[in-house]
């Protein structure tokens, strides 16, 4: 039996006001019970220590449309030691180098220009600025990873981005901030300090996930105790407008189940872009700001549990072997929601050296090379990194071809 132990937080963290728009008009609206920290993954000596429970809830706030957790647990608990590794995923690499292209011809970059970015990992994006012969600065506080991005040439500042941090930094022509504004306690600090670091008439960019796209296609998985909140582009056009910036552009991108980049410039006024207006009004009818809308994310859930767990039991009963494949921050959530061990599940495979030998946290199931894969041979090989899926299964056509199945559960349950 698993050894837990749980945190227990104060009733003021029940209180608290909406990070972004300051307003205490938060609803309740799903909670996913109290599960250990996402990358907390357990290696052999931990394996007798019991796992640390934080309690893991969402509200919604009715006044900006903004979802966040309600209790928080301090970002140097979660970030100093990170094993998300952005170079092990070839879909987020490609996605970096054509971003990195489109900036340079667009915005004319060039050996006098400097780009920031803000998260930057292991150097995955601003290596492809790096090798063009522009300066780069990465900002990124786990430290095991600052020296990987090192390594490739890439200058990092190993702190927590923050207002207070930006004035000690140069201006920059293009300020960066992918997938990071979710991890920050503070937004409104966090977004002005991305207007003290740009330049005048330089550019920031911020992708984030959608909010819409989560509840839409049930990836409640993606909720976790590293990321704070949840945007839609109704609360970022507010968050943004409040901290001095303009939005120039809105993209809408199919990364991570479909997330939003919006394109700004220090300022207020002038043209907006025609398709946030139309957004905005799409979020609008939606019910962005209705706690109604939120609260079917359990309904939908608790009906996916009930089928993937089926398919488990027919799997067993049939004598029929499964794995998984990957071990990322969201197979941390699903895995412990529903409340799959190793005797479901024996073991996951994922193509980060740094993950392999550990084991997932709460259920204990080991992590091992991909090359397990092709002795064990398994009838079904159930996809935890959904949004990896399609790059997964190209990359093992061989899996295929000796009879295993690929199993994605989300959005909905398919065998490939």
Not at 17 to 23: D, F, V
Not at 202 to 229: A, C, K, M, Q, R
Not at 265 to 274: F, T
Not at 336 to 352: A, E, Q, S
Request: net charge neutral; proline share 6%; with cysteine.
């Amino acid at each position: 039996m698993n050894r837990i132990r749980k945190v227990y937080y104060t009733q003021e963290s029940l209180t608290m006001p909406c990070r972004s728009c300051g307003a205490g008009a938060l609803e309740p609206v799903f909670s996913l019970g109290s599960l250990p920290l996402s990358n907390a993954l357990v290696d052999e000596a931990g394996l007798s220590i019991s796992d640390e429970l934080h309690p893991l809830d969402l509200d919604c706030c009715v006044s900006c449309g903004m979802l966040g957790i309600r209790q928080a647990v301090a970002p140097e608990r979660l970030f100093r030691e990170y094993l998300y590794y952005s170079s092990y995923s070839a879909t987020a690499v490609e996605h970096a180098h054509a971003f990195a292209q489109n900036a340079i011809a667009e915005l004319g970059l060039g050996p006098k220009s400097l780009v920031i970015e803000v998260a930057s990992n292991d150097g995955y994006l601003l290596s492809h600025f790096h090798a063009r012969g522009i300066a780069t600065l990465g900002i990124e506080p786990a430290r095991n990873v600052a020296d990987v991005a090192r390594s490739k040439g890439v200058q990092t500042v190993t702190e927590f981005f923050d207002k207070d941090l930006a004035p000690s930094l140069p201006k920059a022509d293009l300020v960066i901030a992918n997938n990071v504004l979710a991890h920050v306690p503070d937004p409104n600090g966090f977004v002005s300090g991305l207007g003290t670091i740009v330049r005048p008439g330089g550019t920031i960019t911020v992708e984030v996930p959608s909010l819409l796209e989560l509840v839409d296609n049930t990836e409640f998985d993606t909720v976790y105790h590293e990321h704070f909140s949840y945007f839609s582009a109704t609360s970022l056009d507010a968050l943004f407008a409040r901290n001095g910036l303009a939005v120039e552009r809105v993209d809408l991108l199919v990364l991570h189940g479909g997330s939003l980049r919006f394109t700004l410039r220090k300022g207020s006024g002038g043209e907006r872009p025609r398709n946030l207006a139309e957004l905005l009004s799409r979020e609008a009818a939606w019910g962005v700001r209705d706690p109604l809308v939120y609260r079917m994310l359990a309904h939908k859930v608790s009906g996916m549990k009930v089928a993937l767990s089926g398919f488990l039991q027919d799997a067993i009963v049939h004598g029929r072997s499964v794995a998984g494949y990957g071990a990322p921050a969201k197979a941390t959530v699903f895995l412990n929601h529903f409340g799959l061990g190793p005797d479901k599940i024996p073991f996951v495979v994922d193509r980060n050296p740094h993950k392999q030998g550990r084991y997932i946290p709460g259920v204990r199931i080991p992590i091992r090379s991909v090359d397990l894969l092709r002795l064990e041979k398994p009838d079904f090989v159930l996809v935890l990194p959904w949004n990896l899926a399609n790059e997964i299964i190209e990359q093992e056509q061989d899996l295929l071809r000796q009879g295993s199945r690929f199993v994605v559960a989300i959005p909905s349950l398919r065998l490939i």
